[in-house]
Structures are given as C-alpha cells and as structure tokens.
C-alpha cells in the first residue's frame, strides 16, 4: 500500500449499543473497497473484524480491529469497537485515536445506554461524529422517530443529510439531502446503486430538510452565515467547506441511513467519510507533556517532526504473539527504528510493522503522521503507553480506562500452579489496563476485577489457552473491619515465674471509640513512671498486632483510641515482651467489653436503565439493603444512585443485565465503612469461627 499523505488519511471509529450492525458495517465496507471478495456474516462468523475465537463462538465483538481500505484515492482506518458493556475500555482506546465516530443507531430502538456512554467518550475525546441509523430494513424501523429522539438527546446539532423513502421491509431507496438525487440500492448485497432525480411526492419534504441542513451549516460559519443573510442562499462552495467545518468543530452531527446486513447505503457513507470528514491534517498541533517537567509541549503533526505515537491496543495472537496497534501523531515510524517507551522508561526495537484487516496481514516498512498499523513483540509496552523518538521524548496523553465494576476470587484447579497464574493474570493486565489482579494477603484470596462477568469469563479463558492453567472462580471475601461503639477500662496483666528470670508486665489501658476514618491513637498518659517510659512503645506494639489480627472474627481493627494510663513494673522480670503481651491482652478484653461491632465496605452505586426498568431496579436494590440517594431523569432513562454493601454486589451486573435485558449499566466506588446489620454480623462472625477451628484441626 503507497503511502499517503496526511490528506489523505481518515481515522473512524464505529462506536455504538452492542449489537446494532458495527461489524456488519465495517465487513460491508471492506467489501467495497475491494478488501475482501465475499461479503462476510457475523451469524456465520465469517466478518473480517469479529476473526477470533470467542467472538465467533458468541457472535460478539470482544476487541477494537483495526482494519482499513483505500476508498476514492484515501486510506480509511477504521476501529471497529465492541458495544458489549463490558468492553468499553477498548471504545475508550479507539476514541483516543480517531479524528471522527461513527455512531450506529439502532433504527428500532434508537437512543439506547450504550449509545450515551459511547457519545460521553467521544464528547471527552471530542471527536467529530458521524450519525448512522442502521437496521432501516427492520419491522417498526423509524426514521423520523430515531432522529427526534437523537435531536432530544444530542441537542439540535443533529442534522439529517439523508432521509429513507421506505422503511422496513421494504427499504432499499434513500434522498440524498447533499445532491439532491433520489439513491436506490439492491438488496443482494453487492451494494450496487443507481442515482435518479427526486420522485414528486417527495420533492416538498427533501426541500425542506435540504433547507435545514443549508441553515445548519450556515449558522457554522459567520463568514458563510452573513452571505446566507444577504443572498437567501449560499454557494456549492460555500456548502462544502462549511459542512465540513461544521462536522470537524462538532457544531453539526450528520445523519445518515442504511441496512448493513444488506450493504445499503454503506457506499454512501464511504463517500461521505472521505468528502466531510476530517483528516488528520486539520489538526496540526500534537500536544503532549515534557518528560522530565512536566510541562506542555507542542509539536507540529508532520511526518517532518521527531516521531510520536501512541500504543491503543494490545491484540494476543496464539502461536504469533502480541500485536500492539499504535497510531502515530507525528514523525515516521520505521522498521529497526529505537524508540523510547517514556511510561515505562524503557526502549523498543520496532520490528515488523504491519498493516492489518482482522487476520489478515500486510508488512510495511514505515508508518507516517496520522496513520495506523501494528508492531510485533515489544517487550514492556502496554496499551496508552507513548512510543516516541529518543532524541526528542515527548509524553502524549493516555487513554483513561474504565473502573472495574466486578471482582471475584481465583482459585487454581490444581495446587502449584500459583505462580504460573499469578504471570498470566500481570500479563493479560499489560495488555488489557481495565482488567485488574492482585493478591489480597488480608483476604488470602487473589482477586480478580474487571468489567463484566463476560470480561472476566473471557480473562479465564485465556489464561487457559495461553498460559496453560486452569482457575475456578470464586466468592471473593469481603474486607470487613471490626471496631468498638463504647468504652472501656481494663487491666493487662502479665506474669510468669517460671524459675530463673520471670516475665511481669501490667498495664491499664482505656479503650474508647473513634470517628470513622480517623484511625488508630495511641496516649501515653502515664505519671509518676508506673510504666517506665521505655516499654511504652512495646505496650503500643501489643495493642496494634493485636488490632491487625481482629478479636471478634479475624478482620483488622480500626478507628479506636488507647489511652495507657495506669500500670506497675518489676524491676528485674519486666521487659519488652512483657509488655507487649500485657498491651495485647488489655487490648482484646477491653476490645470486647466496648461494644465491639463489624465494619462493612459500602459502594455508591449508580445504575442508568430506561424507565420501565426503574421499579424492578430499585427493588432489586433494596433488596440488596442498598439505600437509595436519589434518582435523576436524563432524557428516556433514569440514574439511579444508592449505597450498596459490597457483600451485596456479587453478579450484580449479571442480575443487571438479566433485569433490564441488557439495556442497563452500572458503575461503582467504595464509599466507605458502616456497622453491619447485627444479625448479619453475627453469621458472619460464626463462619469465621468456624473457619478458624477447621484450620486448627
Ligand atoms: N436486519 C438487519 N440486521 C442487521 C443489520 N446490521 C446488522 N444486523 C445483524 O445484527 C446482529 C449484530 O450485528 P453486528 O454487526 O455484530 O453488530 P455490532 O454492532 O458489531 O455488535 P457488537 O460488536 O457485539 O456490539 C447480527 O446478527 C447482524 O446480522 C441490518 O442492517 N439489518
Ligand atoms: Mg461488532
């Protein structure tokens, strides 16, 4: 493939609800072009994008493909993201990279919970966005009720540029608002079309959005807004460049209309890309950060400046390796390049670069300013990670992940197989950031955290096909905490005469409550040296090891004040660990004598679902004795907070999902730490017995 310029280059990302035809797009367009020569079918599992194992088996995307074609003398780079909820992280990498989004609306359905969260990273990203309704063909597809309800959410810069003839079944025909042409397809796939002028009965309604759309790029311009003013009109010129301005300034979202199972109007949407888009050339700054100080620098965006890219996406190919795919902001890329990893203070050697269309593979020897490809076995270089000349480091700025919204505990299948599990699960972090794990050593579980049952189902996977070990899954524990509600006054005495020298130490210590949050304090209000200063700090010690191994069921102990105000020595038998033992045992007693209670982590929880799922949400919350904090209407769909325990939150997201059909997102965040419920309290507290006496046995 030539190399083309800056100009020349689109960067699109297709971004949508999981499931509205992303793939079947992308797989139609590189039919077009010419990149495949059979039109591939997700249900078949025969698309170019969806090309691995488990997304084949499940007909879903899992991971962002970078793919491309040649279109009209342009290369086209296009990610094709997954819209599953619990791949979003990767939504958030192709954003960072893309100069436009392609928004895929359901034509059915219209505005649902993934589109909002996909249109919130584009707006964070500020990239432009490109409206397409797609399932035209579909019983109930509705044109005008996708648009109204894009135009309430979006705001008025939603602006058809097309309108289907048709809907449903029989949709194959659309006026195309820019021309003003009539577009009629076939339905066989091949995405052939034929162009005619504007039937009768449709001239009035294509006039009037024509209209619309001349007032929407009009008001994108004062230059072009004046002339509209004087002349009622404006030039063909005029037209173009301000519907281009519109689109690369985010003041108009064009709206466009096709079936992409069927490849209707795909093509168009091809011409409208490389014609209205931006390229990578309007924007001719790259802004990053000085390693050392941290200070802004600015660079031109020109293969001619010192080489910058940024690492988007880390895709593992069994038996091949890891492909990192990175888009390069300024500079060339070449192979058997040097270049400086600045997160990880490390260098690469640039290998082979290849240009990729799922798994299918092109080598190149360079990648130039605003362009993709993909770069094979880096050592230490994880998605958002800068790759830049050695010369001039620069830091460009990362992709911000997802918070994880599920944890659960791993277990090895069989015993020794620890450490191998431990490598693999840091490996699939490297390439995956919103995939975490970390051995708890409170809990002695290793915890798992990620963003979605599917998420971490798929993490299993892989650590079995890759890394050759098998895990079970498993409730993880809760962190709970203890801590007291009262006071208390108490001795701690200890004494052993065991012939030779004997052991004495004798403290009184006052035990008192703290706010949450505050801690541990330690007063030494000792007078007179009934405890000589020097075994103060030992009876302290006692106190806080005693505090780490928890009275009531093992969990640490927080948030308490000791006041030592009282005690005797012996001047022969008293010593450290005297002392320490006597802090330790005035500790648990008067631990348990000032009404000891068990802590518990409290998320807040924030759940958006459409409306009809607000009763059965909040139930389910209230079920999982999450209090409510309030609910926020945002267009059709409700947010719902509340505070949860997190030993209510295990599955919640699958209970979710299975509770609003897929149409509901939640996200979470520790809170923090409130008395358990007594009852609760108290099974918990037996379990831990219970535990303890069988590892004792
Ligand atoms: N009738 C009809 N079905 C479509 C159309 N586009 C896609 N589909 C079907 O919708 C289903 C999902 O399509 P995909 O292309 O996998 O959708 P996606 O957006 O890539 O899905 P995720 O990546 O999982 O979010 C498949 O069964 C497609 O065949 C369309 O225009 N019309
Ligand atoms: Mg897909």
Redesign the pocket.
Known sequence: MKDYSMGKLRNVG?I????????????AMLFNAGETNRLG???DGT?V??CHDDEIER????NTSLLHYEWKHHKVNLL?????SDFLGEVRGALRVVETGVV?INAVSGVEV?TEQVWEFAEEEDASRIFFI?????ENASFEKTVDMLKDRFGMKVVPVQFPVKEGDGFHSFVDLIHKKLVTCTTDGSGKATESAIPADLKDKADELHEKLVEAIAESDDEILEKYFEEGKISAEDFKTGLLKGIKEKNIFPVLV?????N?GVKELMDFIVNFAPSPAEFPEVVGQDIKSGEEIVRKASPDAPMASLVFKIISELHVGEFSCFRVFSGVMRVGDEVLNPNQNSTEKIGQIYILNGKNRKEVSQVSAGDMASVVKLKNTHAGNTLCDKKEPILLKGIKFPEPVIRVAVEPKSKGDEEKIGVGLQTIHEEDPTFISRFDPELRQTIIQGQGELHLAIVVRRLKDKFGVEVDLAEPKIPYRETIKGKAEVQGKYKRQSGGRGQYGDVWIRLESRNRGEGYEFVDAIVGGVVPGKYIPAVDKGIQEAMTEGVLAGYPVVDVKATLYDGSYHSVDSSDMAFKIAGSMAFKKAFLEAKPILLEPIYDVEVKVPEEYLGDVMGDLSSRRGKIQGIDAEGPFQIIRAKVPLAELYRYSTSLRSMTQGRGIHRRKFSHYEEVPRDIAEKIIAAAKQEKENENK
């Not at 007909?59 to 899992?62: A, F, G, R």
């Open positions: 297709l949508s609800h999981g499931g509205v035809g992303k793939t079947s797009l992308a797989e079918k997700v249900e698309t994008s969806d007909k879903i995307s899992i094709d993201t997954p819209g599953y895929l993934g797609n399932r035209m063909d579909k096709g079936a992409a199972l069927h209707i």
